[in-house]
Nanobody, 116 residues
Framework: VQLQASGGGSVQAGGSLRVSCAGS????????FAWFRQAPGKEREFVAA??????TTNYADSVKDRFTISRDSFKVYLQMNSLKAEDSGVYYC????????????WGQGTLVTVSS
């Protein structure tokens, strides 16, 4: 499975942005998906995850109540509201075969820059 992230860009603090992740097939595979991010000089960190049917989501404490992960048959989305400068970084989508397994598939990342 090849993943393609898109939708990154520059926004001012307090603004919103939505990033998307598409698979290489016509529809998304029945995998769990997640978003991670990596800021310059920092390690990659978990942001949000969603199960393959979309019934369960999980968020890092730092983004709860501001970010929303969702999916449809074709893409996984991360709606980011009330953005802060510390949300800046490269956002990666990833997929795992089942909950708890390693993330085997990764997209190339999309850059989000939040200016204060």
């Amino acid at each position: 499975v090849q993943l393609q992230a898109s939708g990154g860009g520059s926004v001012q603090a307090g603004g919103s942005l939505r990033v998307s992740c598409a698979g290489s097939g016509r529809t998304l595979p029945s995998y769990d998906f997640a978003w991670f991010r990596q800021a310059p000089g920092k390690e990659r960190e978990f942001v949000a995850a969603i199960t393959w049917r979309g019934r369960t989501t999980n968020y890092a404490d730092s983004v709860k109540d501001r970010f929303t992960i969702s999916r449809d048959s074709f893409k996984v989305y991360l709606q980011m509201n009330s953005l802060k400068a510390e949300d800046s970084g490269v956002y990666y989508c990833a997929a795992q075969h089942w909950t708890g397994s390693e993330y085997s598939y990764w997209g190339q990342g999309t850059l989000v820059t939040v200016s204060s």
